[in-house]
């Protein structure tokens, strides 16, 4: 999350806590805090624990990105890397790795159907 | 209906009273306050009176009764005036506001008021000063009830007084019946003229007013002002011992008004919202800054 989107953050968080005390200093503090969490899953955390409380804090929102890419995981099918990866180690674990936070930032997205390139 | 009245303590070294009037008379006279209205007025029938005041004395007709009336009708004690109205007797206490707070704007009265007064210009002259004693205060109290009282009589004889409900107010509230009443609590020598008072109903700014308010304040609507002044006046009931003096602030204020260019002040959510949004503008800046740098 970049200087600017931890901003669009705090302005959504004020826009949903209307009484929280936010001023132009806290997108700095937040992006210290928040500054690793992408844009869309901080902001759908944000969104999630507003709908709870009238306040957000940063350890909510960390909590609920936390919380939130769990149940991506957990719904997800981690499907085993490339068996040519087998045999190097290194590669395979970043090939996990980034298939599990493929799947964590939520682009697991799975064909509806098979879909075939029509012959000719 | 009977209404709920005090006695102030004074009420007995009215000597004057005392000495004209028996003390059934003065009994009597009390009581009537509890059937008079809030404009002083009830009904004059003696067996009426009998039969609310004193339905378990024996000994008191409506002869008597009567006779009570007439002593407190003596036009040197100026307690109570009787009038017919359409064959119907009524009584009228005009020292009734000197007893007790009146509250004539509140209550229209069901009874008719005395037609003499009615008659009368809506604007009774104020009686003339009473002489201030050389050292204000050293004149007694029965004295200056005496005085007063004189004043009342001389005043219930004139029928070209007390109209409407502030001539009501005026002789009801600055006229006291006895020594310590409202006039004897304020400043000594102080005329009754000087009481505040209600905007007559038919006050209007005089032309010496109106010169004065367009030499001084041109500009101003002062047909609009003045109709805007009486209503504003007639509306909340407000009391003033000078109207013209008031009329002159009215317009000084109004000049000040249309001479002040109404700010369009956004409502306080709008500047919370501005404040925000410039926090947010200004954070916005700087992080593009940094992301920037970056």
Sequence with gaps: MTHAETVALARYVKACCPQQAIDEYTPDAWHDLLGDLTLADARAAAGEVARRQPFVAPAEIRAEVRRIRAERLDRAILDAPPAELTDNPGRYKAALDARISQIADGYNLLPAIDWKEPAG | ?294
């Design chain 2, 1 to 294: 209906m009977a209404r709920i009245r005090s006695v102030k303590p004074e009420f007995w070294d009215d000597r004057k009273l005392a000495k004209r009037a028996s003390r059934d008379a003065r009994l009597l006279y009390i009581a009537l306050w509890n059937l008079a209205d809030e404009w002083a007025r009830l009904n004059g029938d003696p067996q009426w009176i009998k039969g609310k005041l004193f339905a378990y004395d024996d000994d008191l007709d409506t002869t008597a009764i009567g006779k009570l009336l007439e002593e407190l009708e003596n036009p040197a004690l100026g307690c109570v005036v009787a009038y017919e109205v359409d064959g119907d007797p009524y009584l009228f206490l005009p020292k009734l506001g000197g007893h007790q707070r009146l509250e004539p704007e509140k209550v229209p009265s069901r009874l008719p008021e005395p037609p003499a007064w009615a008659n009368g210009p809506r604007n009774p002259e104020p009686p003339p000063a009473a002489p201030t004693p050389p050292n204000g205060l050293s004149e007694s109290r029965a004295d200056s009830s005496e005085s007063r009282a004189d004043e009342v009589a001389h005043r219930s004889d004139e029928p070209e007084s007390h109209a409407d409900k502030s001539a009501l107010l005026y002789v009801a509230g600055s006229m006291e019946h006895v020594a310590g009443g409202r006039g004897a609590r304020g400043r000594a020598g102080a005329t009754p003229a000087s009481a505040p008072a209600e905007i007559p109903d038919d006050w209007k700014p005089s032309d010496a007013l109106l010169r004065w308010a367009n030499a001084t304040y041109p500009g101003l609507d002062l047909h609009f002002e003045a109709e805007q002044f009486c209503r504003h006046y007639r509306a909340t009931g407000d009391r003033r011992k000078s109207w013209p003096d008031q009329w002159q602030k009215w317009i000084a204020d109004s000049h000040k008004r249309s001479a002040t260019p109404a700010r369009a002040s956004p409502p306080a959510a709008d500047r919370r919202q501005q404040a925000t949004d410039a926090q947010f503008d200004r954070a916005m800046q700087r992080a593009i800054a940094r992301d920037e740098a970056t």
